[in-house]
């Protein structure tokens, strides 16, 4: 019990550090492939520090439920940091929830997120709910196939038991079944997490914004945790990604040596990601919205070859 | 054990629910008394079913009443085994708190309707559904079945002075014999083998059912109990008949009703027709895919309230299908573990929608009452002058989007957890299936969640849309007593998951021979498991606690931070337009239009934009929108089918002459046939 309340204070201190940091980083390194500066790899971290210290506006036309909504989005993305392998394959609350409970904790966030966009009763915030719900909502069979491809192979929905089988055969990624699904999950990474071409994150006009619509009435403290929640959910989808498909260096205990490399791993492959991220980001243009599930279809595709691939070989 | 008064219990049930039934009709010319007594007859009776129930389910060993009637073939024998004891308890808990919520929601009766023949038709409803879920022998639960269909057929037609109501009664009263015509037939089919009206009979001389027999019966009661359930493509009465019955009969007819085709499915396909073959199971499965896909989305095209619930029915039904359908596969298979799992995964769905669409359904009542509207368009804002409705409302979609830690959660998580077993269980192609029906199921989900967010945003939050919705009320509390018991079992389900799967054991002990809902509680407890050793886990009261606890430092850092300001109410961004009206609010039709148009195909929308202005187009004096989607299965099946009918009718009346003597001369014809066919050896 001590052991799991220290691995559980231990990873949430990690996520929380790191998700604000992945941000600074991609947004760092998109500037880069720009050719521009871009800001400091610290700017998450001010950005939400100087939030929590400004004074907030609610609409007056808004309930509870748009003061429910900041920590539900918050609590859930925490919580879900906490199931996923990240340096160490047990996870502390693997136990307790497996892929599936990620994926529906982190929909019990969404809902609440679409609610409280439409609290307000602007047309903004109605139209960022429907949008997210809706590519959400298509995104979701495609990502559920990649994830039964990958939790078949482990014959488990517990990403413990699916990191173990991964790490004992490494190099299964190389199977073409695993290829299929790593790239099925990643156009539904790209369209969960909000980025180029699904939505774009620096954005405020208001044909084009998805979440940001959604959130547009939110201010202070509130946007903090939204913003913080936000971070931590890509954290623990590219988490997700890399460790179920490389799970290169993860280390089997929660020892000192242990944690030190699988860090040293888990830092270095999620950086590799955001690159990929980035690169795609730069080189593609923003999809009209109703583009969007056409590239959510071809990953539904490759999701379904995924799956029939690990049938025939 | 055997001393449990599980046969008393269930007896003062049936008492009571027939007393109600009389005495409604015997005082209705005094309707508050009659009130209190339908309310009252109603919660007594479903307090002694559902103590029968749990006690029954306690005790495990099914136990048998028989009083043999005279007539031959037929008995009044009951049999109340595991499955009965299951669907009685659900009954049991949506008639408590339909039965309380009624006290308040008929108060506006009274004066203007006959309560007394509202209670009369609440009871036999009741009483017929009772029988149903524990008839032994095929013409009684047969007649619980016509009994349960004219029952809901009077309460779906109760506001008979509305032309829509009157069409929405026909339909149903149509579709609820053809189903009947099924079973009937179906149960001619074996009793012709067995020789016998009895389920113990069938159950025996199901090995002597050939293939064909077997598989002929299988199609009969598969489409008798699926109009019944309201699976895709039977499902069109169901979107009719249940938004234009009482509110209260709604949450009854797709909480229980609809459960009715779901019991006989279960009872026939796993207790009486024997094994039944992979592709009966794999047929299930599919239909019930079509269902829930469909069905949710068709209700995400709706903006009357209570049609979208209904349309969320179907989509539920065919979410308990999909269980139902594995675990007739993993049956036949040979993998009774597996075939548990989905048993249990669909038969707890079954459970829990019961309770939280009725929840849904006695929201929609409430919102209804105070409002005078089921159209979402008109709603808004609700929520402040509503709270504990939009409260419980808002637990019954979190539930029904199979968010955790509600039970909705955790029946979605049991069929995940089977449909992923069933890749390995089963062999060749037809295991692709598994993967692809739970990807559609993760659809299903994620669409039940968007429609939720419209459905509980568009009526509960942001401005009010009309007169009714800005001078709306609470409900009495009669009604909210009702609703927030239902809300309370949706949390209590889904937190106490791993308390109450145990109860499942007698049940798959005896449709399978295998107890395996204890299998589904890990060592640790408070964990479910899928039943491997490494398979999937999940723990909703982990979860919730896990979630309070995070909840904590948040709260504080927020507290500490909103201490430096004052957090301020404002106008919210308005575009610098001169305030926010109603006007600028987002639709239940806008908030569906991206799904519209992606999935255009289906829908076929058709969209109509007139638009007057005095001199320039850029200033319109008022803009007319029209915009409907085509009912496909309306069109493309029922209305061919129905002209088809009518040309035979035409055909068929040359022979109605008229003349008496034709008449004579075709009922001699006919004897003197049935008599050659009777002697024949």
Known sequence: MTGLIAKAGLQLVLVLLVAPLLGGIIKTLKARLQTRRGPNILQSYRDIFKLFRKGMVIPETASWIFSATPYVVFVTAALVGLMIPMTATDAPLSLFGGVLAVVYLLALGRFFLALGGLDAGSSFGGLGSSREMTLSAIAEPAMMLAIFTVALAASSTNLSEMAKVAVSQSWKFLAPSQMLAFAALFIVLIAETGRIPVDNPATHLELTMIHEAMILEYSGPYLALIEYGASIKQLVLMTLVVNTFFPFGLSSDWTVRGLGVGLLFYFTKMLLLACLIVLVETTNAKLRLFRVPELLMVSFIFGALALISTFLF | ?681
């Open chain 2, 1 to 681: 054990m055997n001393t449990l008064p599980v046969g008393p219990a269930f007896a003062l049930s049936l008492a009571a629910y027939s007393t109600g039934a009389l005495a409604s009709l015997a005082i209705w010319r005094k309707p508050a008394l009659c009130r209190y007594i339908c309310c009252g007859s109603a919660l007594a009776g479903a307090s002694f079913g559902g103590l029968a129930a749990v006690l029954g389910i306690l005790q495990g060993a099914p136990l048998r009443w028989s009083i043999s009637s005279g007539i031959p073939l037929f008995a009044y024998s009951f049999d109340y085994d595991a499955l009965a004891g299951f669907f009685n308890l659900t009954l049991a808990i949506l008639a408590g708190a339909v039965s309380i919520y009624s006290f308040g929601y008929l108060k506006e009766f009274e004066g203007k309707r006959n309560i007394g023949f509202f209670g009369f038709l609440f009871h036999l409803l009741l009483l017929s559904l009772t029988i149903v879920f524990t008839a032994a022998n095929a013409f009684l639960f047969l007649i619980g079945w016509e009994v349960m269909a004219l029952a809901a057929y009077g309460l779906v037609t109760f506001y008979h002075e509305d032309r829509e109501t009157r069409r929405a009664g026909l339909l149903y009263i149509v579709m609820a014999h053809i189903d009947a015509g099924c079973l009937l037939l179906g149960f001619a089919l074996l009793m012709q083998v067995s020789g016998s009206a009895d389920f113990a009979s069938f159950r025996t001389a199901a090995g002597h059912l050939s293939s064909s027999q077997q598989a002929v019966a299988f199609v009969l009661f598969f489409v008798g109990f699926g109009i019944k359930a309201g699976v895709i493509p039977f499902h069109i009465w169901l979107p009719a008949a249940h938004p234009v019955a009482p509110s209260n009969i709604s949450s009854l007819l797709s909480g229980v009703v609809l459960k009715a085709g779901i019991y006989g499915m279960t009872r026939v396909f796993l207790d009486g027709l024997g094994v039944l073959p992979s592709w009966a199971g794999l047929l299930v499965l599919i239909v019930g895919v079509a269902s829930a896909v469909l069905g949710v989305l068709y209700a995400l095209m709706e903006h009357d309230l209570k049609r979208l619930l209904a349309y969320h029915s179907i989509e539920n039904i065919g979410i308990i299908l999909i269980g139902l359908g594995a675990a007739l596969v993993f049956r036949v298979a040979g993998h009774p573990q597996l075939a548990g799992l989905a048993l249990i995964a669909a038969l707890f769905h079954t459970l829990n929608h019961a309770i939280f669409k009725c929840l849904l359904f006695l929201g929609a009542g409430s919102v209804l009452h105070s409002t005078g509207t089921r159209n979402m368009e008109e709603l808004g804002g609700l929520i402040r002058p509503m709270p504990v409705t939009a409260f419980c409302f808002l637990i019954g979609a979190v539930a029904i989007s199979g968010l955790p830690p509600l039970n909705g959660f955790v029946s979605e998580w049991l069929t995940y957890q089977s449909l992923l077993a069933g890749f390995g269980a089963t062999g060749g192609l037809t295991r692709i299936l598994f993967p692809l029906a739970g990807s559609m199921l993760a659809l299903t989900g994620a669409l039940a969640a968007a429609c939720f967010v419209k459905a509980f945003a568009i009526t509960f939050l942001a401005l009010p849309r009309n007169a009714g919705s800005r001078s709306a009320h609470e409900a009495p509390r009669s009604m909210l007593v009702g609703m927030s018991w239902l809300a309370m079992a949706c949390v209590a389900l889904g937190l106490g998951a791993t308390w109450f799967l145990p109860a499942f054991d007698a049940l798959t002990e005896q449709l399978l021979g295998q107890r395996i809902g204890s299998n589904l509680i890990s060592s640790h407890g408070w964990v479910l498991s899928a039943g491997t050793p490494h398979g999937g886990m999940v723990s909703t009261s982990v979860i919730a606690i896990a979630l309070l606890l995070l909840l904590i430092p948040a709260l504080l850092v927020v507290s500490i931070a909103a201490r430096r300001f004052a957090s301020k109410r404002g106008p919210a961004w308005d575009c610098g337009l001169p305030g926010l009206t109603e006007d600028n609010e987002y639709t239940a039709t806008a908030f569906s239009k991206a799904l519209r148009m992606i999935f255009s195909v289906l829908y076929q929308p058709r969209r109509e934009i007139q638009t007057v202005f005095d001199v320039s187009p850029y200033f319109p004096k008022a803009i007319r929108f029209e915009t409907e989607i085509e009912p496909t299965f309306e069109k493309r099946l029922y209305v061919p089918l129905k002209d088809l009918l009518l040309r035979l009718a035409t055909r068929m009346r040359a022979i109605q002459a008229g003349s008496i003597h034709a008449y004579l001369a075709y009922i001699f014809v006919t004897l003197v046939l049935l008599l050659l066919f009777g002697v024949r050896p």
